[in-house]
């Protein structure tokens, strides 16, 4: 397994919906675990899509609450409730907005072998789960936001005010 570089916002796999998964194989099994490694091999990390590695597979790996998994074709179901609180992504490093969310989620899908698996959550774990199930369907979190919060993070993107590696070198 190995641990996969992050792609950054500007990215066109990070604005296309992923395919579906259709064989539950060797390919897949390795993804999840590069996924893993990816997720835990940094710390902070909630979740990482396969979008964020240059996969465009329904496919995505989560740490939080102390939950730890993974998730294969999910489907979500959201609570009424919300939560308003502070949220980041990989793909936009450095960046952080109240960002609007469910309160409770769950997700519906398979594991690497094929089983069905559920997953419920509420709080961080929710909005995780919300997060990386967004990024299979080519959305990020800002895409979320609106009124002036959308405004100022659309604002810091385009004026690249993000913690990119490029702007490291």
Do not use: K
């Not at 996924?35 to 979740?47: S, V």
């Not at 899509?49 to 240059?54: D, F, V």
């Not at 960046?95 to 989620?105: I, K, N, S, V, W």
């Not at 895409?143 to 004026?159: F, N, V």
């Amino acid at each position: 397994m190995t641990m996969r570089p992050i792609r950054i916002i500007g990215d066109p796999v990070l604005r296309t919906p992923c395919e579906p998964v259709t064989s539950f194989d060797a390919d897949l099994r390795a993804l999840v675990g590069d996924l893993m490694d990816t997720l835990l091999g940094a710390p902070g990390r909630a979740g990482v899509a396969a979008p964020q590695i240059g996969v465009g597979a329904q496919v995505f790996v989560y740490d939080a609450d102390g939950h730890r998994g993974h998730m294969i074709n999910p489907t979500i179901e959201l609570s009424e409730e919300t939560q308003d609180d502070e949220e980041g992504c990989l793909s936009i490093p450095g960046l952080y907005f109240p960002t609007p969310r469910a309160m409770h989620a769950t997700v519906n899908g398979f594991d690497q072998h094929g089983e069905p698996l559920t997953i419920s959550g509420s709080g961080f774990l929710a909005r995780a789960l919300q997060h990386e199930t967004d990024h299979l369907h080519g959305r990020l979190y800002v895409d979320t936001l609106r009124g002036e919060g959308r405004r100022r993070a659309l604002r810091e993107i385009r004026a690249g005010r993000f913690d990119s590696p490029s702007r490291r070198r």
